[in-house]
């Protein structure tokens, strides 16, 4: 298999090198670039796996970067990790509904953005088989094709919306997503719907979820991700 390459786009010189450096001893391939246009410029000559994104940029800023990368059918598919300070949390919303797939703070473990690499990167693989897990039944199942939602093995009953939320959720386990994105997966594009809504139902489906309710977590300011652990496959 080809080495994983990574474009990182950050402007701060020690950052990128730091960044570079744990993915090299990672066994990825890094390649750095100071701005958007140099990182655009860059793709056109080699298409990385993934991009590490800084959303505070020289010239065009992070998130112009990732709406031109989304708008290109060459580039839409091409999974992006952003990087941000304390306090944009409406830069991480917008750019999560604009199709970046997961983010980071500042400062951040450089480990961590790895495993956040990988996982993002293993997204579209088959999930393992969790065999024991599976047995003992403890924690969230959803059945998409009946309907149906088991905590530890024991049926819930949910309204529609609150099984789309779940549902939902559940297709990315770890990752963020926001109001808006909830709003558009449990009720369709196109509907005008207040963010409080959301939270509505999020206390609904947490109370309905019992002891296992507590695994779907609020990112404040951003949105919500249900923890990875408690699905069962
Ligand atoms: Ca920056």
Same mark, same amino acid.
Request: glycine share 8%.
């Given at each position: 298999?080809? #080495? /994983?390459?990574?474009?990182?786009?950050?402007?701060?010189?020690?950052?990128?090198?730091?960044?570079?450096?744990?993915?090299?001893?990672?066994?990825?391939?890094?390649?750095?670039?100071?701005?958007?246009?140099?990182?655009?410029?860059?793709?056109? #000559?080699?298409?990385?796996?993934?991009?590490?994104? @800084?959303?505070?940029?020289?010239?065009?800023?992070?998130?112009?970067?990732?709406?031109?990368?989304?708008?290109?059918?060459? #580039?839409?598919?091409?999974?992006?990790?952003?990087?941000?300070?304390?306090?944009?949390?409406?830069?991480?919303?917008?750019?999560?509904?604009?199709?970046?797939?997961?983010?980071?703070? *500042?400062?951040?473990?450089?480990?961590?953005?790895?495993?956040?690499?990988?996982?993002?990167?293993?997204?579209?693989?088959?999930?393992?088989?969790?065999?024991?897990?599976?047995? *003992?039944?403890?924690?969230?199942?959803?059945?998409?094709?009946?309907?149906?939602?088991?905590? @530890?093995?024991?049926?819930?009953?949910?309204?529609?919306?609150?099984?789309?939320?779940?549902?939902?959720?559940?297709?990315?386990?770890?990752?963020?997503?926001?109001?808006?994105?909830?709003?558009?997966?449990?009720?369709?594009?196109?509907?005008?719907?207040?963010?409080? /809504?959301?939270?509505?139902?999020?206390?609904?489906?947490? *109370? *309905?979820?019992?002891?296992?309710?507590?695994?779907?977590?609020?990112?404040?300011?951003?949105?919500?991700?249900?923890? /990875?652990?408690?699905?069962?496959?």
């Amino acid at each position: 298999m080809a #080495t /994983t390459h990574i474009l990182i786009i950050e402007d701060e010189p020690e950052i990128a090198e730091l960044i570079a450096l744990n993915l090299d001893t990672a066994g990825m391939r890094a390649e750095a670039a100071a701005s958007g246009e140099a990182g655009l410029s860059a793709m056109e #000559t080699t298409m990385p796996d993934l991009v590490v994104l @800084d959303l505070m940029l020289p010239g065009i800023d992070g998130l112009e970067v990732c709406r031109r990368l989304k708008y290109e059918a060459a #580039t839409r598919s091409l999974p992006i990790i952003m990087l941000t300070a304390r306090g944009e949390e409406a830069d991480i919303v917008a750019g999560l509904e604009m199709g970046a797939d997961d983010y980071m703070v *500042k400062p951040f473990s450089p480990r961590e953005l790895v495993a956040r690499i990988r996982a993002v990167l293993r997204r579209d693989e088959p999930a393992p088989h969790e065999d024991a897990r599976s047995r *003992k039944a403890e924690g969230i199942r959803i059945d998409a094709d009946r309907h149906e939602v088991l905590v @530890d093995g024991v049926a819930v009953e949910l309204t529609l919306t609150e099984f789309q939320i779940l549902r939902y959720l559940a297709q990315r386990p770890g990752f963020v997503r926001t109001r808006d994105q909830i709003i558009e997966a449990a009720h369709g594009p196109h509907v005008i719907m207040s963010g409080r /809504t959301i939270d509505v139902h999020i206390t609904a489906l947490r *109370k *309905k979820l019992a002891h296992r309710g507590g695994s779907i977590e609020t990112v404040r300011g951003v949105g919500y991700r249900i923890d /990875t652990s408690v699905l069962l496959a």
